[in-house]
């Protein structure tokens, strides 16, 4: 990353005192996130260990932004933003400390529920933080906010996965979920602090039924440009593999090539890895390549080469050290793929139906990293499959839609004039 953007970040931050505290409630919170993932990984591993018990848990972490967030977009329309984000922030804390109950198997089911509700809370705080981020920073300054946000997520991701597996391994599971119960309090206190609210505006309809018209809308538009409709499905066909693969890097850090008693501080060194290559991966790419609309198409494919290239790595690791360069090289091409698909859409599709085709986008890409998630389970009960035969075969999927994405950039690229506005 160049020094200027770095200065550009800095001096946001300084001058603007509401966006500060609203990037420091999402600091705390993606540091919160890690350090439950890492807890309840291990915690999964001591109750039950299957490959399905890995994939409940996965799917109980998706499925709920599946189903609410269409609705909890027009719930952040109607009520005071500001307002709904503490609410969402104070309600998980309470939540996170009923894992505490969960003390054996018996309760497992317990523990499922639990992590449900936590994301259901998640899906209402996401679209009032999206909409507040836009009344506290002025136009100009939103591309920096974004871009802000991001490498946000990807530092979390290292350094919050890094200090959860240290932290769960040192000092148990209950401290981890303690921490990561007063990340939400210390989210919820920064949100007090800022002083524009986000307002709220009358709605017509019921939330379900402004769900059900968006996500309609959303694939009737790009039906009739097929284009910025294979860009909107690029990110749920990359999740058919991605959401297998989050749930195969526990029982590979749990049972191939634990370090210590347990597999936690192997997986916070995997999840160090992907935040890396998810958070530079995208900018050295950028740096490389440019953003113009052809190169972009040539990111994505590079992305893709990445990604299959480091899934293949993964189901042949012999050594931890093998784990984390595949890691870092998959991460690299998915955050390509990631940021560069994003960028396009953004840029091509009209302002009037931007909403409604990322509503479709990011439904079709839970739905897929959810079936994906659950498969992994089923391959490693029910068929018999070995993580690394089960990782294998996953690359072995990537590739054939890696190679569809090579066709139609190779039809784009014999017909430039697709890659403009409709």
Known sequence: MEWPVLKEYLVLLQRNRDYRHLWLAALVSYLGDWFNLLAAAALIARLDGTGKSFSFLLLARFLPLFLFTPVSGVLADRFDR????????ILRAVTVLGFL???????????????????????????????VLAKVV?????????????????????????????????????????????TFVLSAWFVTRISIAGGRQRQDVSGMEVGRLRFVDGLRYLWG????????????????????????????????????????????????????????????????????????????????GLLVLGIFGLGAAPSVGVVWLMTLIRTFGSGTIWVFTGALLQRMVP??????????????????QSISTLWAGVAQDDLGWGVQQTITNMGAAAAVIALLWFVFHGAVWMRPHLLREP
């Open 225 to 304: 440009v097929p284009v910025l409709l294979v860009l909107a499905l690029v990110k749920a066909a990359g999740s058919l593999v991605y959401g297998a693969i989050n749930v195969l890097e526990i029982p590979l850090a749990e049972q191939l090539f634990p370090l210590g008693d347990t597999g936690t501080v192997t997986l916070s060194i995997i999840y160090a890895s992907a935040g890396l290559g998810t958070g530079f991966g995208p900018l050295l790419v950028r740096h490389w390549l440019g953003d113009s609309y052809a190169r972009s198409l040539w990111a994505i494919s590079l992305g893709f």
């Open 351 to 368: 302002d009037g139906v931007r909403g409604r085709v990322f509503a479709f986008e990011f439904a079709a890409l839970t739905l897929t």
């Open 138 to 182: 002025a136009p100009k300054d939103l591309v920096a906010a974004n871009g802000l946000d991001g490498l946000t997520w990807s530092t979390m991701l290292f350094v919050g996965a890094l200090l959860g597996g240290l932290a769960t391994a040192a000092f148990g599971i209950t401290t981890a979920f303690i921490l990561d119960a007063l």
């Open 82 to 89: 500001r307002h709904l984000m503490i609410v969402s922030d």
């Open 101 to 131: 109950l969960v003390r054996d198997s018996g309760m497992i089911w317990l523990f499922y529920l639990l992590t449900v509700v936590q994301f259901a809370l998640s899906a209402l705080f996401t679209p009032a933080r999206t909409s």
